[in-house]
């Protein structure tokens, strides 16, 4: 059953910068997300160079649907359901590989790369030749759709084209990694389990107000280079302190609050970036070469803002790309209070031995679950998920009120995405709950999309 | 001639013993110094060439079972020189490593020891471990899997030059790796 308007109407104010904590483990409304968002949204599968070969083959997760990435003979790609026609077994138990056919091991149908059903047990003495082959293959997507050479799915056969889908945001974010040249996939995704709603792990990718204390060992221990003022200033801490009283000293000293160090891109659909700009960040020690930003190719494809944008995007409603280390990342809501990770890290075909170890070891070295920040990231979400349970807690609104109504949003209409020039703010997340308020109401793709077109300031 | 014979035999299982003896005495002492949380002692018994890795295993096929794990030069979780190791350790001992504060508590059980190669100076050793974690009010994990360590004798007791930690689980079934292995 489907949650009443009114009630959906009070779970996020924009004006007040405030939401619901029940959205965060409430299992009627994960019911919804499962159906209305992960039910018709382009969902990220995988990448191409993990499926070269013809027979290659890569599982991904829709929603609680479990799909097959298929190369198949002709170069094609097809997105099958992983469930057999007969009595539903899964048709492939293995999370990636190569094989010539899927054989269900139940009864032993038998389906080739293109899902189609080619061998029965018994198709002449059991079902007498009855059986309609043509109507048993398997199920495929609605749709299936790559971007430079990212591959995506949706289930819903109304869902627009994956290029406007995307909008500037995706379209942008999915460049910044495709861009720094013919991109593959490393081998190995790191897949772990987070007991949190993947709502939190979605949000922090905009929130670059926690790593300076979430993160202040790494960058303490020197595992992680601290990003500095470029004018040297530091941001006020007064009475920030430990439980044994000492003022915690911050490493980190972004934070000013006249020039604008941060750009913010909010998007249809939900789609949205946040975080400092090149100019802010650096090279970091020379841990990220920010070189692909002056190329011909990102001359076209990109425009000003986004050349200069380090952020983070996210690709509404889970696929956060990290374009400085080179790596993208799904948050799969496996339950209200359950979120599986899944690490993808690309390096250039061409990179030579050097440059593919250093992109290798920051991927295993920053993000990841034994990642210098990742570790600590994990135990925030699930100890605020498991405080939206209590009758008292779960009243008290949560607040992303950080430079609220201060985030003057612009529209050039060129390549860039509407864009907020601005300092550390929370209007990323603000955006994402707004925009997954209309996406749970459930109204159709024109409606979602007026619904989710960014207003003037936020 | 039968009596040389007998004594030789003894003598060799005398010796195999004390190897043994020595390498699980020196894995037994590791452990206790992992769950005292005693970082700094425990990285010391890396020689400073170590490699430290876990690779990614994946379900895969039978047929394809030469593909279950990734190698060097691939995603792993931890691919570590002793420089990383001494950044872990350094970064446990900031007081700001949230992840470890309030501290995990840990017990390392390590089983199943087989030297399968003596080379005089080094040892190619396999173990099997359980990890068992416990944090706060309800974190439980329990990790198990086997370590492919090359110990190198050093003063009388050895260095870990090499350890090749393989966990059981595909997905890992916990929200991160804060603890050695
Ligand atoms: S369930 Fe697949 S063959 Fe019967
Ligand atoms: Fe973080």
Known sequence: ?458 | MTVDHSIRAETDTLAAALRQFEVERFYTDEAALLDAHRYHEWVQLFSDDTHYFMPIRRTRLRRELDKEFTKPGEIAYFDDTKPILLGRVAKLATGTAWAEDPPSRTRHFVTNVRIEEDRGDELEVSSNFILYRTRLKSEETTWAGSRRDLLRRHEGSFLIARRHILLEQTVLLSQNLSNFF
């Open chain 1, 1 to 458: 059953m489907a949650i009443a308007a009114e009630k959906l109407q009070q779970l996020v104010s924009l004006d007040r910068g405030e939401i619901d904590r029940s959205i965060f483990s409430d299992s009627e409304i994960f019911e919804q997300e499962i159906t209305s968002i992960f039910g018709r949204s382009w969902l990220f599968l995988c990448h191409e160079s993990q499926i070269a070969k013809a027979g290659d083959f890569f599982e991904a997760p829709m929603g609680r649907d479990n799909v097959l990435v298929v190369r198949q003979k002709d170069g094609g790609i097809k997105g099958l359901l992983n469930t057999c026609a007969h009595r539903g077994n899964a048709v492939c138990r293995a999370e990636e590989g190569n094989v010539k056919n899927f054989m269900c091991t139940y009864h032993g149908w038998t389906y080739d790369l293109a899902g189609k059903l080619i061998g029965v047990p018994g198709l002449q003495e059991l079902y007498h030749n009855e059986l309609d082959l043509a109507a048993h293959g398997l199920r495929e997507v609605a749709q299936l759709d790559t971007y430079r050479g990212f591959v995506f799915a949706t289930a819903d056969r109304d869902a627009p084209p994956l290029a406007e889908f995307l909008g500037r945001t995706g379209r942008a974010g999915l460049e910044m990694i495709a861009g720094q040249g013919e991109m593959e996939v490393v081998p190995g995704i790191q897949k772990f389990v987070i007991p949190c709603n993947w709502k939190f792990a979605v949000d922090n990718l905009f929130d670059w107000y926690h790593p300076q204390i979430t993160h202040l060992s790494a960058l303490q221990a020197g595992l992680v280079p601290a990003p500095t003022d470029p004018r040297g200033r530091q941001m006020s801490a007064t009475g920030v302190a430990g439980p044994d009283g000492a003022e915690l000293e911050l490493m980190g000293g972004v934070a000013n609050e006249d020039t604008p160090d941060q750009i913010v891109f909010l998007d249809v659909f939900g789609h949205a970036l946040a975080g400092p700009t090149v100019e802010t960040m650096g090279n970091l020690d020379g841990a990220v070469d920010h070189s692909w930003r002056d190329t011909p190719r990102a001359r076209e494809a990109l425009g000003p803002m986004a050349r200069r944008a380090v952020g983070h995007t996210n690709i509404f409603p889970t696929l956060w790309i990290a374009p400085e280390i080179r790596q993208v990342s799904l948050r799969v809501p496996r339950g209200p209070e359950l979120t599986e990770i899944w690490w993808f890290t690309f390096v250039p075909r061409e990179a030579g031995p050097q440059e593919r170890a250093m992109t290798i070891q920051a991927a295993i070295h920053v993000f990841g679950p034994a990642g210098a920040l990742e570790q600590e990231d994990g135990e925030n979400w699930t100890q605020s998920t498991i405080q939206t349970r209590g009758t008292a807690s779960r009243m008290i609104p949560q607040a992303l009120k950080m430079n609220l109504g201060r985030g003057k949003i612009v529209d050039d209409d060129g390549q860039d995405p509407p864009y907020i020039e601005c300092g550390i703010n929370e209007h990323g997340q603000l955006w994402t709950f707004a925009s997954w308020m209309a996406w749970l109401s459930g109204c159709g793709w024109d409606e979602l999309r007026n619904r989710t077109t960014p207003p003037d300031v936020i």
